[in-house]
């Protein structure tokens, strides 16, 4: 049965009984189903399910999508608005990934971290192997802060894209952080430090050793640098990269072209925007983008490289994009031109897609932006599934979509079926026909459904009274408990959805890095 034309029929019914709820002693029904719809939804599953079979095709292509931070509460959550913008109650409605055959638990601790960071949680994705804080696609043996490049290359772990290059595939990296940000890097560069994204990030010495580190012979190179640098068959292989960190690519003494107050942070004096177009010409038509009219305009069909930088730092939220000053392109747009370009290559490909920016909104405590970015990046992913199957590849291609950490985000309170998400607590009323009415805390104030174990939302002075304030305002931060600049990470399970060749190893309660594992499996 087609849900959408079954949750509309539906939907009708549930307005008018709710229109008719005042009437003396009617039952009030809070969700669109009838009885019967609840068993035959459950009958459809079952039959659904008989019919999967394994995929044990060998995967021409793998795309690995990490919502960066994007826990449980936060899939529920988004779910829920994306179907409350469509005029339903929300609960039932369905990301596109929610649709997925195959679905696992991912233990998301480190090397050395209970509660982890990006780094160590793209790079046990990346490299099958749980690495330190803060590192990327190095091993735990690994110094804090070490410098010396032959130290960082003994101690270098293969990612998958370096796999998949070596295998003669394209690769491309997507993200809407900057490109050199801990979730894209950890598949090209390798490194002790993630937030050495570009040379004046870099200590001039070196903190263990003392010897020179920035700029000196033998040092580690930035993550910039070593995106452009890439071994010669990366360099082949690594088609696409979209996202943020323009800034991080440009020379110090040049402004720029967005933000003309905004500087370049390269004190080596190198442009490594011209070093891709010049490094890759060699190997076909290369380009360089940094707004959304020449992203337009690069035509995959006649053109190999894309390097499209839209920001200085991390690209806009959804939320905000249209007000960009240069336009950009969403994660849906960027991933729908690195599939064109990918899928030119005759071996398969490669692709990661991190929607970057559902953490940076949770560390600011706005579960809006958060929320709406969850849902560009279910945007993004069914745009792949409709690629894919256009090209008659998508029973070819591993996808996984998953999140390397989670947040203190929850979803609190006995809200009704179909109360806003982002609006204050609305219970069901102790009689039928009396109008839903707002929970209240032990002072009588009403509180919010979406709140933050810590972070900026916390109010120093006690809770304030939120009976008049519109918390599904984009800039509303919601409450938290713990003050703290920022809101945390959280340590429990993320999930795992997968679907096509090898999927089926998506199973039961899986170690980060077996993800890694299931991949190469899959493209064996
Ligand atoms: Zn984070």
Redesign the pocket.
Known sequence: MNRHHFSAVFLGIALFAQTCAHAQGTPVVQGPEAVADWFRAGQAFIEQSKSLHDNNRRAKNVVLFVG??MGISTITAARILEGQLKNKSGEENRLSFDRFPYTALSKTYSWDQQTS??APTMTAMATGYKAREGMLSVNHTTARGECSAAVIDAKKIRTVLEHAAEMGKSTGIVSTARITHATPAALYAHTAMRDWEADSNLPTTDINTGAPCRGAEGAVKDIARQMIEVSPQVRKSLKVALGGGRTYFMPSTVMDPEYPKDKGRRLDGRDLTQEWVTSRAPYGQASYAWNKSQFDAFEPANNSYLLGLFEPSHVQYEADRANDPAGEPSLTEMTDKALRVLLKDPKGFFLHVEGGRI??A??AGNASRALTDTIEFSNAIQRTLDVLKNSGTLEDTLIIVTAD?SHTFTIAGYPSRGNNILGLVREVPAKDGSPLKNSLDANGRPFTTLAYTNGPGARPNGRPDLTNVDTTHVDFLQEATVPLAAET?AGEDVAIYARGPKAHLVRGSMEQNWIFHVMMEALK
């Open positions: 960066d931070g960071d990006s953490d940076h949770h560390h950490h990470h």
